[in-house]
């Protein structure tokens, strides 16, 4: 059998292990043991050959690794992006791998590439993946390719800042480039000063994530245009998002699309709420989504990797690529779309390390199905709280009244009750309370249970009162 590195952080979803062991001998090294959670370190011990943790991170009285973390509640890194990428060619080098993947989200896109461009290993490429790993710069390749996306500016500064607003006009949006979950993204309206929302943002951001992603380029911070949705051009109510993912796969360089995710309606600070599988949407729709998902994802120069595409939904079926990524999509996409559609995304991926091409990766977009996934959460926003106060968690009322008939959750996942929770508008992303995996026969009675736990439900908490307590959720 041949070798994969799995190189397991934080972020994202991580790869099946019981795949990849299918098909090859799988190592694993985990360069921060915080961001692993036990569950998932249980499911490397069962699989992996194995298994590494970085020696730096030791501490006293061994490696400690959480129930749940978010990135705001793992330890920072004790290696530099040079020095991570170097404990990964060592170990491939160890375990004579011939081919590295990564669980998680941004923080390892990079890393990744270009060790294995150092071993002659396939990827997504390193100039490529530094694109998709900065939204800078791939606003920048994006608009030399006529990629359908927003004006932008740079922001190193708060006289960039004041510039932008004064050349692009309101409603901007401001992003960080290197970040994930929609963490730190705001809307800049007009009805504060830019400049002070922009010093909330940097602090905010300092000061709970820390350098949890590794990131080394200049730029931090964007702003863009914002893209107006129309929900109304592309679905028939209003239970939807006017924005859809795309997952597909790069490989030998050319775009493979495989799946259309809907979502339903976001919360504040662009935070998502739902992901629907398979799409309502027609197939005239599908098509013009996949199209410029095509031009985006092929204009970066990606290799050979998954990719996750944001695509917002405008008036007369007009689109504009939010971002897109080399990596899985996060919450639970590729289980509902192995689950749904019967395809192993982990071993598609896996196989076009390898071999430079799956016999399993679909020659179409896969669009229908016997029955329907959905992955929502719940958030301290569902049941609206006092953003400036702490609170403890005690659980919710239960939900089977919420439920369209034929639809079921199958499982549920909470954070720890007697958690302390807290909802800060720039990390909103951060504060759920529970994950669902839900089932049903069609779509649209998933996006309507969803609505209506988002406006049923009801959160048990007790406020904390006259403490300072640092929450981390």
């Known amino acids: 059998m041949k070798n994969i590195l799995l190189v397991s952080d934080l972020g994202g979803f991580p790869p099946s292990l019981q795949s990849l062991a299918e098909i090859a001998n799988v190592y694993v090294y985990i360069p921060r043991p915080s961001a692993v959670t036990s569950r998932y370190m249980s499911t490397i011990n069962r699989y992996a050959t194995g298994i590494v943790k970085e020696l730096s991170a030791h501490v006293a009285g061994g490696y400690e690794h959480p129930e749940w973390v978010t990135f705001t509640g793992a330890d920072a890194y004790t290696l530099s992006e040079d020095e991570v990428v170097d404990q990964i060619i060592r170990y491939a080098r160890m375990f004579e791998a011939d081919a590295i993947m990564f669980g998680g989200a941004e923080n390892m896109v990079l890393s990744v ?17 530094r694109r998709a790993r900065n939204k800078y710069s791939m606003r920048e390749k994006f608009r030399s390719a006529d990629v359908p996306s927003p ?4 922001i190193y500064s708060e006289g960039d800042m004041l510039a932008a607003v004064n050349e692009l006009g309101y409603p901007l949006v401001l992003k960080p480039t290197y970040l994930a979950c929609s963490i730190g993204v705001t809307l800049l309206d007009g009805s504060r000063s830019p400049v002070e929302v922009f010093r909330e943002v940097q602090r905010d951001i300092q000061e709970n994530t820390g350098d949890s992603l590794l990131f080394s380029e200049e730029c931090l911070f964007l702003v863009e245009q914002y893209m107006e949705g129309c929900n109304a051009d592309w679905y028939a109510d209003d239970l939807y998002a006017d924005y859809v993912s795309v ?29 629907l599988v398979p799409s309502v949407l027609d197939n005239e729709a599908q098509n013009i989504i996949v199209e410029a998902c095509r031009k985006a994802n092929e204009s970066l120069g990606l290799e050979n990797c998954p990719t996750h595409t944001e695509v917002k939904l405008m008036k007369n079926r007009q689109v504009g690529i939010i971002e897109t990524a080399a990596r899985f999509g996060g919450w639970n996409i590729i289980p509902q779309i192995n689950d749904v559609y019967g395809l192993d995304m982990t071993r598609v991926w896996a196989e076009v390390l390898l071999g430079g091409s799956s016999q399993e990766l679909p020659d179409h977009l896969l669009q229908s199905s016997h029955k329907a996934r959905c992955n929502m959460r719940i958030y301290l926003e569902d049941n609206p709280l006092d953003p400036a106060l702490k609170y403890r968690y005690s659980g919710y009322e239960k939900l089977d009244h919420l ?62 009162e006259g403490q300072k307590v640092e929450v981390k959720v």
């Open 113 to 129: 590439a270009k060790a294995a461009e150092a071993l002659g290993l396939r990827s997504a490429g390193v100039h490529a993946a």
């Open 151 to 154: 004006d932008f500016r740079a």
């Open 247 to 275: 997952e597909g796969m790069m490989v030998n360089g050319v775009y493979r699309p495989v799946a259309i995710t809907d979502k339903t309606p976001m919360l504040s600070s662009f935070t998502e709420t739902s992901h």
């Open 403 to 464: 439920l369209e008939d034929g639809t079921f959750i199958h499982t549920e996942t909470e954070i720890p009750r007697g958690a302390l929770v807290s909802s800060n508008p720039h990390l909103n992303a951060m504060s759920f309370v529970s994950t669902l995996d839900m089932e049903g026969s069609h779509s649209r009675d998933l996006a309507q249970s969803v609505s209506n736990i988002r406006n049923g439900v009801q959160l048990k908490v007790t406020e904390i």
